[in-house]
């Protein structure tokens, strides 16, 4: 009889390696809410944090006088609606005075019935110029409530009129002195830097049972997990999934390559 030797030969796995470039956590592509001349533009804050400075301040003169406008009318209005609700108050006690008077004599015989109708005449004047006062009032009200809509309408739109990045990175800043922007132009790019963002393309079998895997960055072990994974495979890299992972605080320099690997513990 033949005897056979099998030798087994260990079958080594080697994990996928992946390179992302090291991205801040958010980009944010900044653009012009509303038109307008474009005053101020410093693009010498490009490479900077910014703070409450504006970096683009778009022309808000005619904003700020129509805003002091609007403040002074509603001052007024809001003065007339105090003496209106004071002379009301008064018309109110007038009246009463009227019609208790009236009740109390419109049944007496000893008084006659042009009395009682001229009293009650002057109940009825004391009645409708409350009726007037109190639509006075509710017409104030509504010159109220709109001018103040329209100021919070305006002082936000001089707050998009002015341009600021407090705490994120000015990347560069798209438009120029003297340039006329619409809605919608791109006037800069700024970043968030306290954070990095990494995207990889995973294959199925990485992906599978990934939370029980060690992530490798540059050849080294770490305890961080992917903090989203997408569940359907990339339009473009084809039966891979995007994988995204945020590092707080990198110490690397944003747009370097990390070496990525996902590897069995």
Do not use: C, W
């Amino acid at each position: 009889m033949k005897r056979f030797m099998i030798q087994l030969i260990p079958v080594i796995l080697m994990a996928q390696v992946h390179y992302a470039k090291l991205e801040p956590v958010e980009t944010y592509q900044i653009k012009a809410a509303v038109s307008g001349l474009v005053l101020q533009a410093h693009d010498e804050y490009e490479g900077k944090i910014g703070d409450e400075k504006a970096v683009v301040q778009i022309d808000d003169k005619v904003d700020r006088s129509q805003k002091r406008a609007l403040e002074t009318s509603l001052k007024v209005y809001e003065t007339s609606m105090d003496l209106t609700q004071r002379m009301r108050n008064n018309q109110e006690k007038v009246y009463r005075r009227e019609r208790d008077y009236y009740l109390r004599i419109k049944n007496l015989k000893t008084k006659s019935k042009t009395e009682k109708d001229r009293v009650f005449s002057s109940m009825i004047s004391a009645k409708n110029q409350l009726l007037t006062l109190d639509e006075k009032r509710a017409t104030l009200q509504k010159q109220i409530a709109d001018t103040k809509y329209q100021l919070t309408m305006l002082k936000d739109r001089i707050e998009k009129k002015s341009v600021r990045t407090p705490k994120l990175y000015i990347y560069k800043v798209s438009v120029r002195r003297g340039d006329y922007v619409n809605p919608g132009t791109p006037l800069l790019t700024a970043m968030d830097l306290d954070a990095g963002r990494l995207v990889v393309y995973l294959d199925a079998t990485e992906v599978e049972d990934l939370g029980k895997k060690v992530i490798y960055l540059d050849n080294r072990p770490t305890k961080m997990k992917f903090d989203k994974v997408i569940e359907v495979a990339d339009d473009v890299h084809i039966s891979s999934y995007r994988a995204e992972m945020v590092i707080k605080d990198p110490k690397r320099r944003f747009s370097s390559l990390i070496k990525v690997e996902v590897k069995e513990q």
